[in-house]
C-alpha cells in the first residue's frame, strides 16, 4: 500500500500559456518494501455537451490535438467526456521500489495552448482541465488520480502582443530580460478595463426615458459594475438591473434550430425612482464565473438588462381635506397629502452588452476556493 498525493503550485487557477508545475509525493507507510511499476503525469481538457440540444463531431473539433498525443496514453480517457486537448505525457519513474517507510518526491509540468477555451461550465457546454496522474503496479490495473484546474482565457491574446525581442548578433552584449508571458496577458487585461466613458439613450415614443453612464470600457471578475442614470422627461417609477451572462449555441451545432439563448442571472438591484432626477446603481461580477469569450460552439457573452416601469404620472399624490373631498382651491389647515393608491404604469426593457476579462490568478485562487491537492492510496 502506498499513499499518493498530488499537488499543483500556483492555487489551482492558471492563464493559458502558463507554465503548470506538478509535484507527485509518493509515501509507503508499512515496515514492507513495495513496488510500482510506472507512473505518468499530464494535463488535458474534456467537453461535455448536452447532447439534446448540441452536436459535436469529435474529428472535426478545431481543439483537438493530434491523434499522437491522444492516443499516447490512456489517462485521456476519462469518464465519458470528449477530451479535446492532453499535453504529452511525462513518465515519472519506471519500476520504483519503495523501502519501508520511505517517501519519494517526483515532479513534472506542463502549458495549456493560448488558443484553447477558458473552464467554462454551462447549460449546454461545459469545459474542464484536469491534472492527471496513473499509476501501475505489477498485473494490477491502472490506478487514476484527478485533480481539477482551472484556466482562464483572454480572447485575442496571442505571445506576440508582447514588445518584440532584440536579436543580438554578438555572444558580448548585454542580454535583455526575458518577457513573461503572464505579464504580457495581464498588461492586456489592464489596457482593456482603463476608463473610458461611455453613454446610451434609452428612448420611447414619448420622449427620454433615461441616460444610462458607464466609466469603462471592460471590467475584470471580480469588479463593480458602477452604473450612471440621469433620468429624462418620461417619468420614471421603478427600474430594475440584472447582471446576466448569455450562453448561445452555433447555429450549425445545434440539434434543435433555433435553440433560445440561455440566460444566467448573477446580480439583481432595483431603484424606486419617481420624482428622482439621477442615481446610480451598482452591479458586482462574480470570481467563479466565466469571461466573454467565444468558440466554434458556443458564444458567451455579458449584459446588463434593465426593466424600466415607465408613467405618464404627473404628480405623486393628492390633497384631501378631512372629510376626504378632494381640494382643488387653497391648501387650508385641515387638509393633509396623501400619495396615490395605485399608479398605471408601462414596462420598457432594454439590453446593454458589457465586456468582462480576466483578472489575476492568484486573485481568483485566494478568493473563490479552488482544490490543489488530491490524495489516493495504490
Not at 462574480?286 to 405618464?312: A, G
Not at 387653497?330 to 483578472?359: A, H, K, N, Y
Request: aromatic share 8%; with cysteine; hydrophobic share 35%.
Amino acid at each position: 500500500m502506498i499513499d499518493v498525493q498530488l499537488t499543483v503550485d500556483g492555487g489551482g487557477v492558471f492563464i493559458v500559456g502558463q507554465t503548470i508545475k506538478c509535484v507527485v509525493t509518493l509515501h509507503n507507510p508499512t515496515d514492507e518494501p513495495d513496488r510500482l511499476a510506472w507512473a505518468t503525469g499530464q494535463i488535458s481538457g474534456h467537453l461535455k455537451v448536452d447532447e439534446r440540444r448540441v452536436v459535436v463531431a469529435r474529428e472535426a473539433h478545431p481543439h483537438t490535438t493530434s491523434p499522437a498525443s491522444l492516443s499516447s496514453s490512456s489517462l485521456t480517457r476519462h469518464g465519458s467526456n470528449d477530451g479535446f486537448f492532453s499535453s504529452d505525457p511525462d513518465i515519472l519513474f519506471c519500476d520504483l521500489e519503495m523501502p519501508p517507510n520511505s517517501t519519494k518526491v517526483f515532479t513534472f509540468s506542463g502549458t495549456v495552448p493560448i488558443h484553447l477555451p477558458p473552464s467554462y461550465r454551462g447549460s449546454y457546454i461545459k469545459y474542464s482541465y484536469l491534472v492527471l496522474v496513473g499509476l501501475q503496479r505489477v498485473n494490477r490495473p491502472v490506478s487514476l488520480i484527478s485533480l481539477p484546474i482551472r484556466i482562464i482565457n483572454l480572447p485575442g491574446i496571442s505571445h506576440t502582443n508582447g514588445p518584440p525581442s532584440t536579436v543580438k548578433d554578438h555572444p558580448f552584449a548585454k542580454k535583455e530580460p526575458t518577457i513573461n508571458f503572464e505579464d504580457i496577458f495581464m498588461d492586456k487585461v489592464q489596457s482593456l478595463c482603463c476608463k473610458k466613458s461611455r453613454s446610451f439613450e434609452v428612448k420611447t415614443n414619448a420622449g427620454l426615458v433615461c441616460v444610462v453612464r458607464l466609466s469603462r470600457s471592460a471590467y475584470r471578475l471580480g469588479d463593480p459594475i458602477e452604473v450612471g442614470l440621469e433620468f429624462g422627461d418620461v417619468s420614471c417609477v421603478q427600474v430594475t438591473l440584472k447582471l446576466q451572462a448569455m450562453e448561445t449555441i452555433s447555429p450549425e451545432h445545434e440539434t434543435i434550430p433555433e435553440t433560445d439563448s440561455r440566460f444566467t442571472t448573477h446580480d439583481v438591484t432595483t431603484i424606486n425612482c419617481i420624482h428622482t432626477a439621477s442615481t446610480s446603481a451598482s452591479l458586482h461580477i462574480p470570481l467563479n464565473v466565466v469571461n466573454s469569450f467565444s468558440t466554434n460552439l458556443v458564444l458567451v457573452r455579458w449584459q446588463v438588462y434593465f426593466e424600466f416601469l415607465i408613467s405618464q404620472l404627473q404628480s405623486s399624490g393628492e390633497l384631501v381635506d378631512l372629510g376626504n373631498t378632494l381640494v382643488s382651491g387653497e391648501i387650508g389647515s385641515d387638509c393633509e397629502w396623501r400619495p396615490l393608491q395605485s399608479v398605471p404604469v408601462s414596462t420598457l426593457t432594454w439590453e446593454m452588452p458589457v465586456r468582462v476579462v480576466p483578472t489575476i490568478p492568484q486573485y481568483i485562487a485566494t478568493i473563490a476556493w479552488q482544490r490543489t491537492q488530491a490524495k489516493d492510496t495504490v
